[in-house]
């Protein structure tokens, strides 16, 4: 069992930035690809960014290259989420999920509760 929780959402401006953070407990952190999913009201959940076990490999969707950086650290127990550009259609609820090297959801067994963030125009 792993146990996930987001923390560093909130409200920010169009061009502004954010960094999320994911801190997780119980099994071996660095056994599990981790990866960041986002739902906006109304939508199916989607996948953001992945980074493999070692960190030595990430892919993010189109929609967020250049933007947004994952990185980990296993030593810590963490994975965060640098956001930056952030525009009002990045408002969703974001969250980290550890599991299989993949963009889809089923492929990741653990899941943290969610982080809020709202991006104004």
């Known amino acids: 069992q792993v146990q996930l929780v987001e923390s560093g959402g909130g409200l920010v401006q169009a061009g502004g930035s954010l960094r999320l953070s994911c801190a997780a407990s119980g099994r071996t952190f660095s056994n599990y690809a981790m990866g960041w999913f986002r739902q906006a009201p109304g939508k199916e959940r989607e996948f953001v960014a992945a980074?493999?076990?070692?960190?030595?490999?990430?892919y993010y969707v189109d929609s967020v290259k250049g933007r947004f950086t994952i990185s980990r650290d296993n030593s810590k127990n963490a994975v965060s989420l640098q956001m930056n550009c952030l525009n009002p259609e990045d408002t969703a609820i974001y969250y980290c999920?550890?599991?299989?090297?993949?963009?889809?959801?089923?492929?990741?067994?653990?899941w943290g509760q969610g982080t809020q963030v709202t991006v104004s125009s």
């Open positions: 999920a550890a599991g299989a090297w993949s963009t889809k959801t089923y492929d990741y067994l653990y």
């Open positions: 980074i493999n076990r070692s960190g030595s490999s990430t």
